[in-house]
């Protein structure tokens, strides 16, 4: 490519493999119709497996109905938002489905969260009902009150499992902590005596693609979490790019439902995209090593969405020799960058191949992602834009001047799958799209073929004595070390430099080093400016519910350190 190439050129459109088209035709079919056609086309396919036990898509479809009737009963209708407080379980399924039938708004929400984190969410959508599970009834029962939900749901993990667990689980739950006394409270209701005491709902609202589906709040990474707004178009182009981007998968695959489906990235690779494409899906509620490599031998998954530490947690489990996990053919990576050696001993194990991608919250999630051939792809790159997605990088300083190709700047992007925007939040929605352009925040840079490479977070960059420093440079160093396992780069206050660095590093089991063996060793791999002043040794490394570190919690605690 000529250095005159830019990004209105899209030279990454070499770079789609045969039969991807630059755009899509889109069907104008909302979410809930894809779960018609499924039903319709697969009727006894299996939908979803929990634990082994079994639902078709015309079970499916059905069980959606009859919430969608519960809740137009409790008198949600167009627009009322209803929360969702749940693991990966049937009845999330179910529920975020009946929800968007009625043309209602979904409110997913991290079952992980503090009740002051939940209850700035409840509010700020103005939910006014919430399914959630028996362990959290006591809890959300006294929230109750500071909110505006006024019907509380609840399942239990108890409610859908095969013989003989289902035997077996009321006598060991309350003792391993898997179900819980709830005491009567008013307008609080059992799941599975809703589903059977209505009946199908017939009709349906209408459904455009221009209403929102959804506000789905920000990881809360870099501040106070917002309410994005996602409408049923965003959602329902999000899974047709993705579809189009693996034209290799047919309807007969099984999907690994382990990404949880409370975050966007779950929602739309796993659950919305399985839908769609009629595939099964086995539940992953608690996606621990152990669970994922009994879920992969066991249901033997085709196609597996991860995000790093699950591919690293079962590389390093004791069983990883032991069991089979080459039914995997593809798998999906975002969130964070997976290291090379990861990538390649996962694929020697399962003859799987894994494509790194990129995408936010405000994106449905997926912009990005390297093309579905070991050839093509790029190992660091998030790959390329997929159809109907321009992406530009500009000035980090007036935020609208394109940088030349090779140059970092931030990732500029538009596309179909772009938010409508924040919910009640004028100003930052002013701030963050401008001309149909979301500005990410994140520093990119652009090859030559049009891959993109994230340098790290515009809000993470330390300034140490003028200069620019990206984190992401650092850790990478410190990956390569053979005792580190992980580590996070931060700024922190320096008196004569305005910033420093200081690395956290979690070492690899058994192993132990010192500060001044770890400073030492970046010496002759990166500029003196960049070195780090500190190191601080860590037992794990706080991370949101898909591995991202939570650098501003470890920002905080320094802070509150030294007394800022």
Known sequence: MADTAYYQDKPWLAFYRQGIAEHLDYENKCMPAYLDSSAEKFPDKMALSFQGYEITFARLKEMVDRFAACLAGFGIGKGDAVAILLPNVIPCVVAYYAIMRLGAVTVMNNPLYSDRELEHQFNDSG???LITLDLLVKRMVALRPKTSIRQIVYTSIGDYLPFPKNLLFPLVARKKGLAAKVDPAPELYRWKNLISANQPMAGHGELSFDDVAMYQYTG???????GVMLTHGNLSKQVQQLKAWFPEFGHDEIMLGALPFFHVFGLSTAMNLAICLGWGNILVPKPQPPQLIEAISKYKPTFAPLVPTMYIGMLQHPDIEKVDLTSIKGCFSGSAPLPVEVIREFEERTGAVIVEGYGLTETSPVTHINPFATDMRKVGSIGIPIPDTECRIVDLNDGTTDVPVGESGELLIKGPQVMKG??????????TLTDGWLHTGDIARMDQDGYFYIV???KDMIISGGYNVYPRDIEEVYFEHPKVLEATAIGIPHPKR?????????LKPGEKATEKEMIDYCRDKLAKYKWPTEIEFRAELPKSNVGKVLKKNLRAEELNKRGK
């Open 220 to 226: 809360g990474t870099t501040g106070v979490s917002k």
């Open 498 to 506: 305005g910033e420093a660095v200081k690395v956290f590093i979690v």
């Open 422 to 431: 924040y919910w009640d939040r004028p100003d930052a929605t002013a701030e």
């Open 456 to 458: 790290d977070r515009k």
């Open 127 to 129: 939910s006014k009902v």
